[in-house]
């Protein structure tokens, strides 16, 4: 599996539309078959900084991503909404998606 973290800053005045701007996007992306994941969060600690976390089955589904029409189309439009260049983490990994967590569960 493919698991990618990206952190994207974006402009103040662009900020609050964010999550609207890359819906079309972020559906499109779901929908691709060998897409496992693709979820949204947005940071705590910066107003303005949404962090992507996005899981492909393997190396092919990945580039399939990239070469898609969405994927290109987001990336056309981006360069005028985010304020730095996204920081992002990209490592293959074991697996086919999230785990339960051995640490902690909730109390009975």
Do not use: C
């Not at 701007?21 to 929908?31: C, M, P, Q, S």
């Not at 994927?71 to 339960?100: L, Q, R, Y």
């Amino acid at each position: 599996m493919i698991f990618i973290a990206v952190k994207f800053t974006i402009r103040p005045e662009r900020s609050a539309e964010w999550l609207d701007l890359v819906k079309d996007f972020t559906e499109a992306t779901r929908a691709e078959e060998g897409n496992v994941f693709y979820e949204w969060s947005k940071s705590v600690d910066n107003p303005h900084q949404f962090v992507l976390l996005e899981a492909f089955k393997d190396g092919e589904a990945g580039e399939v991503h990239v070469a898609s029409e969405h994927f290109k189309t987001a990336m056309a439009w981006m360069p005028d909404v985010v304020a730095s260049t996204p920081e992002i983490i990209h490592v293959e990994t074991p697996g086919t998606g999230w785990s339960a967590m051995a640490e902690v569960s909730p109390r009975q």
